[in-house]
């Protein structure tokens, strides 16, 4: 039997520097050196040295783009597994800090592809409460119903190794939402459907008035009492 080499992975994750950088790329998108340094608060030298080693340990990759070198995570099972880490990681200090940076970051943001935050978990929970989702052995599985073409979901007509939806416990609210190729057409339908808008904080969303309107009609989220939260 093969032991997993968690020590490598622990290594990688032990310096808040890193952690920060991480924390940077769960949004989704590249960045460079300069900007990871800029977000972690060291020199571009030693992000350098923290980038090195995050990509030995296969969290982070990097791309060449004319002259600039770009990173990112190493693909939405890293993202899963670093949201699934938060979750247990000691949380109110972190929680606190979180929102004194980001000025409300944790009531919606972005999940690497998926919608997280109180609003994630409320859409999450109006989905099993209507039957859309049917909760088993600690998976999801989509139904029929017609309000998921109203949230920009096509479900597949055919099953394939990769589950089509899958829960994703959030690190704020400590309940589940939803997250895969789910959770990916949802964020893009409501980013293009303007029903939310990239905050000034990165990771951070803005739920608009049309989409508090949509998603009190799809699904009867009042979204007014989150926003208050």
């Keep these: 039997m093969i032991t997993p080499r968690f020590d490598i992975l622990g290594q990688a994750i032990s310096d808040a520097s890193r952690t920060q950088m991480l924390c940077e790329l769960m949004e989704g998108r590249a960045y460079t050196n300069k900007e990871l340094a800029a977000a972690a608060g060291v020199t571009p030298q030693t992000a350098s040295a923290h980038l090195r080693l995050l990509q030995d340990a296969g969290l ?127 964020l893009e339908h409501a980013l293009d459907s303007g029903w939310v808008k990239r905050h000034r904080h990165k990771r951070g969303l803005m739920l608009t008035a049309p989409g508090r309107v949509a998603l009190e009609q799809i699904l009867g989220v009042q979204c007014g009492a989150l926003a208050a939260a």
């Design 60 to 186: 982070v990759v990097a791309e060449k783009r004319g002259r600039c070198v770009y990173h990112r995570l190493a693909g939405a099972e890293v993202a899963h597994a670093l949201e699934q880490l938060a979750a247990i990681a000691p949380a109110d200090s972190l929680h606190r800090a979180q929102q004194r940076k980001a000025g409300g970051l944790a009531q919606l943001r972005s999940c690497y592809d998926h919608l997280a935050g109180p609003l994630a978990v409320a859409m999450t929970r109006a989905f099993l409460d209507r039957g859309m989702l049917v909760e088993e052995q600690g998976a999801f599985r989509a139904e029929p119903a017609g309000e998921w073409l109203k949230l920009g979901v096509v479900l597949p007509e055919k099953t394939s190794r990769q589950p089509f939806v899958r829960p994703c416990l959030d690190w704020t609210e400590r309940k589940l939402h939803v997250a895969g190729p789910m959770g990916r057409q949802i």
